[in-house]
């Protein structure tokens, strides 16, 4: 099994940036896709990026792309999620989760192991 903690939400001002983190532990990490999802107040929880297990493939919604990046560091444990020119629609749980499955990242289903989640809220 692997271990996910995610850490970097925070507030933030419309047009900011953040970089979440997440650190996995247990089983090797290079063994899993990585995705990251989120949930805002009232909603279902969406896919929003993922990753192939070297990140070299890379996949996000419509509505981050050129404005959010997912990147993993393999050697660290690590999956990122860079968002630049956030939007107070962007206010959300922010959740990392992992694939023993290298298909169907978009989908909640896929994933098997998720972290407790992290905050990014829009300080507008």
């Known amino acids: 099994q692997v271990q996910l903690q995610e850490s970097g939400g925070g507030l933030v001002q419309a047009g900011g940036s953040l970089r979440l983190s997440c650190a996995a532990s247990?089983?090797?990490?290079?063994?899993?896709?990585m995705g990251w999802f989120r949930q805002a107040p009232g909603k279902e929880r969406e896919f929003v990026a993922a990753?192939?297990?070297?990140?070299?493939?890379?996949y996000s919604t419509d509505s981050v792309k050129g404005r959010f990046t997912i990147s993993r560091d393999n050697a660290k444990n690590t999956v990122y999620l860079q968002m630049n020119s956030l939007k107070p629609e962007d206010t959300a749980v922010y959740y990392c989760?992992?694939?023993?499955?290298?298909?169907?990242?978009?989908?909640?289903?896929?994933?098997?192991?998720w972290g407790q989640g992290t905050q990014v809220t829009d300080s507008s």
């Open positions: 247990g089983r090797p990490f290079s063994y899993y896709a």
């Open positions: 989760d992992a694939s023993v499955r290298l298909e169907g990242l978009r989908y909640e289903d896929t994933y098997g192991y």
């Open positions: 990753s192939n297990l070297s990140g070299g493939s890379t």
